[in-house]
């Protein structure tokens, strides 16, 4: 049992190392973006493999990060099939959060074959300017069938809700159950929950304006309103006080990659 409690704990460390990697990056490519007047386009997980590649001994380090991914979609498999947070299968909450888990590994394994076919053959091509966002594509796919625009809409509202989670969890740093109680202690817990709290609600402001994009897009029956992450930026640019507000959240997302990084450390498992 002790082993199999060791190797899990290897696998999410692994896993939760790899976020810290990705958050942190992005968030500097954001406030880079704010600093040099630079274009949006930098702050995708595409360009985060590209420039890592790009250091000296870059494939070794694209290759951890590639493996870090992989084994955060394999804790996220494991806790859903394992039920490692002892959720309630009698309560609606808890057996959707467990299929959210789920879900949750498949867009990591994503983001791990994006990484792979960077370390492969170079750019993929996603974040080209001239190129379809990723929302995009998947609208324009799922607006093909019948029952396209219903399924575009049920995403939206899925990241909308996902989005006031993560308001939910900054407001009440619930998150902080996640972790080793008798190791998180002192300034290690306070420094937790700050980085946490900010780092969520960065989170949610970004998952809001996605949602968004995709409820407009499937109301309209229009493929070209979803959006991922550049669109959102580009929207908070557009904004009074915008540069400030995408300073804000690439501090954010800095201070949620530091999150993880205590998560690596000191979270329960």
Known sequence: MRDTSNWLSAVASAGYSAKTIMYSMLGLFILSSVITAADREKATQEQVFVTLKSQPFGQVLLGILIAGLVSYALWRWLQSILNTESLDMTKAKDIIMRVFLFVSGLFYIGAAFLGAKV??????????????????????????????????????????????????????????????????????????????????????????????FFVVSAIQSDPSEAGGLQQALQTLTQQTFGLYMLAAVGVGFIMFGIYCGFEARYRRT
Request: glycine letters at 16%; a positive charge.
């Open 119 to 212: 370390l492969i053959g170079g750019h993929t091509g996603g974040s080209s300017s001239g190129g379809d966002s990723k929302g995009e594509q998947v609208s324009q796919q799922l607006m093909q069938y019948q029952w396209g625009i219903y399924l575009v809409a049920a995403i939206g509202v899925g990241i909308l809700v996902f989005a006031f989670m993560q308001f939910k969890h900054a407001y009440k740093a619930d998150f902080l159950k996640k972790f080793e109680q008798d190791k998180l202690t002192g300034q290690k817990r306070k420094t937790t929950t700050v980085v946490g709290r900010i780092g969520y609600f960065a989170r949610g402001i970004v998952y809001l304006l996605v949602g968004s």
